[in-house]
């Protein structure tokens, strides 16, 4: 009777996981472009971070595809896909702002410990 209140403090474990593995791998690859002297980390820290939703999909397609054993027609096709989506899309927005903001935090405090005399 108290298994619904564990499901939502292990998927609050998983959110807290995914968050910080997104923001350090973020870091990394963005720490990475820093030291090859490429400065155009904006958009590149967004979309290594929203990359999570494009993985997200394709694993929602390859499980439609191969994994569902029952008959499959237009209509269900188009809501399940309509549906991954936006869920997908709203995933990959989520993480490309963790991505950006955790570079943007982490540029901001190597570069304000620099001292220019």
């Not at 963005?30 to 002297?37: F, G, V």
């Amino acid at each position: 009777q108290h298994r619904f209140y564990y499901m939502f403090g292990f998927l609050f474990l998983v959110f807290i996981v995914l968050v910080t593995t997104c923001a350090e791998i973020c870091i990394v690859m963005c720490y990475l472009h820093l030291t090859s002297e490429d400065y155009r980390w904006w958009w590149r820290s967004a979309f290594t971070g929203g990359s999570v939703g494009l993985y997200l999909f394709g694993l929602g397609a390859y499980h439609y595809v191969l994994r569902t054993h029952h008959a499959i027609d237009l209509l269900s096709s188009l809501i399940y896909f309509g549906y991954l989506t936006l869920a997908c899309y709203a995933f990959s927005v989520m993480t490309a702002a963790v991505g950006f903001l955790s570079c943007f935090f982490f540029i901001w405090k190597i570069y304000s410990s620099v001292k220019i005399d």
